[in-house]
């Protein structure tokens, strides 16, 4: 089955700077990775997505790249804000199943 | 409704009992998932729906847990003889359909503590 490996678990940025979260996918069938954004108590939410015949998408201050070759993708926030402090899980969908296998998330602290 | 609905927010049980957890999806989203969260956790995949058919078991830690939905509506997710494992959020999702390219919506889901 589809195994994620999200990194780092912890990242800690001064507002301002940018974070990078990085997942990798094993499933080369995958062609649907979407970012969701669980703030404390919260419920996640979808913040951003990408399918696999595009290589980038950005929204606003957040994009999400995709390399399908090293099987790989990112999330990437400019301009921290403190309220972009929360967990963010990445996914990718196993191929063959609609259902998406999730990364263990990272906490991103952002600190004002 | 607007979004999707769980009940109870909380629920505090004794070790052995019986629970029932309610999910109501975005009216009109044929898909609905349910998910276990523990402490600090990611995210546990139990259990989808498509319509009333549930296509995928293969998360239901055990045979304690089973789950419902009729009317391609409501779901319930039912834990038999509750253990002090079983405390976790369960978070229940929904989507149009099911179908790659389809993002979750979730509810505020229900903390389960069994003592």
């Known amino acids: 089955g589809e195994n994620v490996e999200?990194?780092?678990?912890?990242?800690?940025?001064?507002?301002?700077?940018?974070?990078?979260?990085?997942?990798?996918?094993?499933?080369?069938?995958?062609?649907?990775?979407?970012?969701?954004?669980q703030e404390l108590g919260k419920r996640?939410?979808?913040?951003?997505?990408?399918?696999?015949?595009?290589?980038?998408?950005?929204?606003?201050?957040?994009?999400?790249?995709?390399?399908?070759?090293?099987?790989?993708?990112s999330l990437h926030i400019t301009e921290t804000q403190?309220?972009?402090?929360?967990v963010y899980f990445c996914a990718a969908n196993r191929g063959g199943s609609y259902i998406p296998t999730f990364g263990r998330g990272t906490s991103l602290i952002v600190h004002p | 409704g607007a979004g999707v609905s769980q009940s109870p927010s909380n629920k505090v049980t004794e070790k052995g009992k019986d629970v029932e957890l309610r999910c109501d999806p975005i009216s009109g989203h044929t898909a609905l998932y349910w998910y276990r969260q523990s402490l600090g956790q990611g995210l546990e995949f139990l259990i989808y729906f498509q319509g009333n058919s549930a296509p995928d078991k293969s998360g239901l830690p055990s045979d304690r847990f089973s789950a419902e939905r009729t009317g391609g509506s409501v779901s319930t997710l039912t834990i038999q003889r509750t253990q002090q494992e079983d405390s976790a959020v369960y978070l229940c999702a929904s989507s149009p359909t099911v179908g790659q390219g389809y993002g979750y919506t979730f509810g505020s889901g229900t903390r389960l503590t069994v003592v």
């Open chain 1, 82 to 86: 403190p309220e972009d402090s929360a």
């Open chain 1, 6 to 37: 999200q990194h780092p678990s912890t990242l800690s940025v001064q507002e301002g700077d940018s974070a990078v979260i990085k997942c990798t996918y094993s499933d080369s069938a995958s062609n649907y990775f979407p970012w969701y954004k």
């Open chain 1, 44 to 73: 996640p939410q979808l913040i951003i997505d990408i399918r696999s015949n595009v290589g980038e998408k950005k929204d606003q201050r957040i994009a999400v790249t995709l390399n399908k070759t090293a099987k790989h993708f």
